[in-house]
Nanobody, 122 residues
């Protein structure tokens, strides 16, 4: 499965962005999909995961209530709606696919997108 993330950019604090991640294969619906992020000088961290059907979600505490993960299996795409953005949300955001439910571990994700830069100015 190839993943292509897009939608990053520069936004002011308090603003919103919507990231997209397009998958290459119909088996997309077989995978739990997640978003991770990595800020300069830090380790990559878990942001959110969504179930295969899209009916359940799991978020890191740092983004809960501000970010929403969703998916459209017909379009082979997962989204991350980011609202009330803060400067500390600045990072490269990665989408990833896993066969493991409700995991925040990078090693549980088999396929990764190339990342998209999100920069939040104060």
């Amino acid at each position: 499965v190839q993943l292509q993330a897009s939608g990053g950019g520069l936004v002011q604090a308090g603003g919103s962005l919507r990231l997209s991640c397009a998958a290459s294969e119909r088996i997309f619906s077989s995978y739990f999909m997640g978003w991770f992020r990595q800020a300069p000088g830090t380790e990559r961290e878990f942001v959110a995961q969504i179930s295969r059907s899209g009916d359940s979600e799991y978020y890191a505490d740092s983004v809960k209530g501000r970010f929403t993960i969703s998916r459209d299996n017909a379009k082979l795409t997962v989204y991350l709606q980011m609202n009330s953005l803060k400067p500390e949300d600045t990072a490269v955001y990665y989408c990833a696919a896993s066969t493991t439910a409700w995991t925040i571990r990078e090693k549980s994700y088999k396929y990764w997108g190339q990342g998209t830069q999100v920069t939040v100015s104060s």
